[in-house]
């Protein structure tokens, strides 16, 4: 992305989009209950209540009764029928993970098959997005928590540890380009969750050989664990690496996450908040999301940086396009067309 004399005044920024993610599928709802949902009902107020704070994204996992996060498909559509109810212009944003939670006590942390993971392209309600990782990795979810923040939660069984540490997200390949391909048959936005910098580099591969024709959502994660650490030099150079034409998210972990949040804002990027990420302010507090969601948009008036609204954010995200051609989507993502065979130079697109 370019950072022009003018590009860090609010009034040549996008509108801010928070995403808000209130479900936080690694703890169990004892250790947040004010915060972590568990009934249907709960998990619809969550995103009513995100809603009305500024939120205009809407991060979705689900859980059953016992507390544990739900692997189940249909949940997910009891979930999102009644949430796109009650906040129909909220982005809804499925989990790509569905919920990498443990099943049971001992057991491993992991997402689920590959051909269970498709079906999310089949879900009624359809979903705005879903997100999507790309390329295998470590996802040791451990490695920035201290032991004070984990230490007086369920996180804190041997078991359960071992298990968040030791996880990997599978995304091979194949395996991206047949989601690909089924999401957007089916309509459905792919929101590109990124660890590193080869990540963007195998989505710029996937538009170059035609993979993915359509507008180009990112989030960098820096959680660490495999991922980028929430290093300022990480995140600026995703940022200096993106395609013009495609928005960012800053998401992080723990007390890392507003720091990471003010720079993404102060840059023009974007936001995501949310106890998935956090479950304490900078002071070691518990902060609940609605409270987190508040205090961005706080800071954001304060940074002059306008909330967008959810039909602005719609067009920010360009829910609902598509392109029809890899020239087309490499053009509205201001990405140098593919070289020509036996052409030397990257060649200019403003060149008669």
């Known amino acids: 992305m370019q950072f022009l004399d003018d590009s860090l005044l609010p009034e040549t920024q996008e509108k801010l989009v928070i995403t808000a993610a209130p479900y936080g599928p690694e703890w169990a709802p004892s250790d947040f209950p004010e ?21 205009t994204v809407l991060h979705i996992h689900v859980r059953e009764l016992d507390g544990k996060g739900s692997k189940r498909l249909e949940q997910v559509q009891r979930a999102a029928r009644p949430a796109q109810e009650a906040v129909p212009e909220m982005i809804l944003q499925v989990g790509g993970s569905i919920s990498f939670a443990p099943e049971g006590d001992g057991a491993e942390a992991k ?3 590959d051909d269970t993971r498709h079906m999310l392209a089949e879900l009624t309600p359809k ?18 928590m201290a032991d ?30 047949e989601h690909l391909r089924r999401l957007v048959a089916a309509g459905i936005q792919p929101h590109f969750q990124l660890t590193s910098m080869p990540d963007l ?21 820096g959680i660490g664990g495999g ?10 150079e995703f940022i200096r690496r993106a395609p013009d034409g495609s928005t960012v998210t800053g998401e992080s972990v723990m007390r890392n996450v507003l720091p990471i949040n003010v720079m993404a804002m102060a840059l023009g990027m974007h936001v995501r908040c949310g106890n998935e990420d956090t479950l304490y302010d900078q002071h070691g507090e518990k902060i609940t999301s609605v409270q987190q969601v508040e205090q961005l948009a706080r800071i954001a008036r304060e940074l002059g940086r306008e909330l967008a609204t959810a039909r602005e954010a719609r067009d920010i995200y360009k829910i609902g396009v598509q392109y029809n051609s890899v020239d087309e989507t490499l053009a509205q993502l201001g990405m140098p067309p593919n070289r020509e065979p036996g052409r030397r130079a990257i060649p200019n697109r403003y060149a008669a």
């Open 227 to 236: 991922f980028d650490g929430p290093n300022p030099n990480n995140f600026m």
């Open 127 to 144: 979903p705005d997005q879903v997100t999507i990782a790309v390329n295998t990795t470590q996802m040791n979810i451990m490695d920035l």
């Open 201 to 221: 580099e195998t989505v710029e591969r996937l538009i170059r050989r035609g993979h993915y024709n359509g507008p180009l959502n990112l989030t960098w994660v």
């Open 148 to 177: 004070r923040e984990y230490r007086n939660t369920s996180l804190a069984d041997p078991a359960l540890y071992d298990a968040y540490r030791e996880m990997i997200v599978p995304a091979g390949p194949s395996w991206v380009e």
């Open 111 to 113: 997402w689920l098959s």
């Open 35 to 55: 915060d972590i949902p568990l009934t249907m009902d709960q998990h619809v107020q969550q995103a009513v209540d995100c809603f009305n704070a500024g939120a």
